[in-house]
């Protein structure tokens, strides 16, 4: 065997063992940031859709919300009514460890 195949393979060796370390911490790291935010989603859109509005996206952590209604003051009071409802399961679940 000579050194320059010898050294190929190791060079191989190296980068699918690199691969598969990044990989590993990729998903780690996905997964515990994932898991807050899907945890937070399932707080915020049922407190948005369950009164008839809508989530038309979301960015990162935050929700663009529709609020529609026959007033300014209707849908302002619904947006309202909506974060309260967030704010205070966020608050149970934070006391709840």
Known sequence: MSS?????????????IFSAITTEISNRLANQVMQPLKSDFDTVIPAITGKGNEVLRFMGDAALAFFPGYSAAWAAAAAYQAATEI?????????QG
């Not at 320059?4 to 699918?16: K, P």
């Not at 704010?87 to 006391?95: F, I």
């Open 4 to 16: 320059r195949s010898a050294s190929g393979n190791g060079s191989r060796l190296m980068r699918s």
């Open 87 to 95: 704010l205070q399961k966020w608050r149970q679940r934070k006391s």
